[in-house]
Nanobody, 122 residues
Framework: QVQLVESGGVLVQAGGSLRLSCAAS????????MGWFRQAPGKEREFVGR????????YVADSVKGRFTISRDNAKNTVDLQMNSLNPEDTADYYC???????????????WGQGTQVTVSS
């Protein structure tokens, strides 16, 4: 069982930066691929990016490539999402999730946090 708690969501102006963090419980954190997803009002949940358990090569969606990066600290059981050059289209609830496998589809993720709200004003 893994419990995930996101933090860091706030109101930010367009062009600004924000760092979200996800804290995980459990002793096997490094065995999970960690993903970030987001869901804007009235829209489907969208994959943002993922990082393997080893913290190696990350992958982010084209919509955020060059602006968002993912990192993790297995010693601290945390995974972060650094978001730069934010625009109003990035407004959403952001969720971290843990997967025993690997992929970008939400169904591959076994555990989810409660989400943190990011609002980008124009």
């Amino acid at each position: 069982q893994v419990q995930l708690v996101e933090s860091g969501g706030v109101l930010v102006q367009a062009g600004g930066s924000l760092r979200l963090s996800c804290a995980a419980s459990g002793r096997t954190f490094s065995s999970y691929t960690m993903g970030w997803f987001r869901q804007a009002p009235g829209k489907e949940r969208e994959f943002v990016g993922r990082i393997p358990g080893s913290g190696g090569s990350t992958y982010v969606a084209d919509s955020v490539k060059g602006r968002f990066t993912i990192s993790r600290d297995n010693a601290k059981n945390t995974v972060d999402l650094q978001m730069n050059s934010l625009n109003p289209e990035d407004t959403a609830d952001y969720y971290c999730a843990a997967s025993r496998s690997y992929g970008s589809s939400a169904y591959r993720y076994d555990y989810w946090g409660q989400g943190t709200q990011v609002t980008v004003s124009s």
